[in-house]
């Protein structure tokens, strides 16, 4: 009784985890294809956005396939497919922290609206709220 228990909450909690990894992919994906050429401090962001939700949802996909596949060649090219895009993965995350944190600190200062990062909200209406990159 007690391992049925358990192994529905554990079910309960990795279909909760690919959710919000699905959400968090997705989300990376859509907010660097909005804003792809709107931060010119740093024009590699928006890129490092779109091709990190890419890779996320193959290798999910990818995952899934595998999880549903019996041994055999399709298998074993999902499980190497996974492999060469969790090793592409760590070394885009490099790269994108580089990017990122090679404009860190950011420019706050609003009056100098040159590579200017910050919120601008005007009159409480989300339709004039403004999150991000300035020229």
């Known amino acids: 009784m007690v391992a049925a228990e358990r ?3 554990y079910k309960s909690f990795i279909v909760m985890l690919n959710l919000i990894a699905w959400m968090v ?3 990376a994906a859509g907010l660097g294809t909005i804003h792809f050429h709107e931060c010119p401090v740093q024009p590699h962001i928006p890129t490092y956005l779109i091709v990190i939700g890419a890779c996320g949802v ?3 996909i990818l995952a899934y396939l595998k999880n549903t596949l019996h041994e055999g060649a399709l298998s074993q ?3 190497v497919s996974i492999f060469c895009i ?4 760590i070394c885009w995350m490099l790269t994108g922290a580089f990017w990122v944190y090679s404009i860190y600190p950011p420019n706050y200062d609003s009056s100098n609206r040159a590579g200017f990062v910050g919120i601008e909200v005007g009159n409480n209406d989300p339709a004039n709220q403004n999150i991000g990159c300035y020229n």
Do not use: D, H, K
């Not at 969790?86 to 993965?89: C, V, Y």
């Open 77 to 79: 090219l999902c499980t």
């Open 58 to 60: 193959i290798s999910l």
């Open 25 to 27: 992919l997705m989300a």
């Open 86 to 89: 969790l090793l592409f993965s």
């Open 7 to 9: 192994a529905g909450v």
